[in-house]
């Protein structure tokens, strides 16, 4: 059984091992859509905007036709982008997001999961190129 004390080492742990390893990114997010008073239908909102983060970022670069990699049961293609990100710099937009920018590239969200043993820690991403 998992101990706070664990849990604690565990969060610790995390931020040793993804020290020296993450690079900028720009994470894009949407505001909540305001309502037509008369009709009800959704308008254009406010409160969205961007927000610069740490993560841990992975390119898909090669992939056999053997090898398939789920992310949030979506499959993962050659040129996509796979990152981890710390939950406390995002869980207060993590519902809204939908963009990131990585070394000057546009990104879309495809599937998006909270993770951690104990506690949610990170949040695991995958993202496939804007054209």
């Known amino acids: 059984m998992l101990t706070q004390e664990d849990i604690e080492f565990i969060r610790a742990t995390?931020?040793?091992?993804?020290?020296?390893r993450e690079r900028l990114i720009t994470v894009?997010?949407?505001?909540?859509?305001?309502?037509?008073?008369f009709t009800n239908e959704p308008i254009q909102g406010t409160g969205g905007g961007t927000r610069n983060v740490n993560a841990v970022v992975?390119?898909?670069?090669?992939?056999?036709?053997?090898?398939?990699?789920l992310v949030g049961g979506i499959e993962a293609v050659v040129g996509d982008l796979w990152f981890?990100?710390?939950?406390?710099?995002?869980?207060?937009?993590?519902?809204?997001?939908?963009?990131v920018e990585h070394d000057d590239k546009d990104y879309e969200l495809i599937a998006q999961d909270k993770k951690g043993i104990g506690v949610r820690n990170r949040v695991e991403f995958l993202a496939r190129r804007r054209v």
């Open 14 to 20: 995390r931020r040793e091992v993804v020290a020296g």
């Open 28 to 37: 894009t997010y949407e505001g909540k859509p305001d309502r037509d008073p």
């Open 58 to 69: 992975t390119e898909v670069s090669s992939l056999s036709k053997a090898e398939r990699i």
């Open 84 to 99: 981890s990100v710390d939950i406390d710099l995002i869980i207060d937009i993590y519902a809204a997001l939908r963009y």
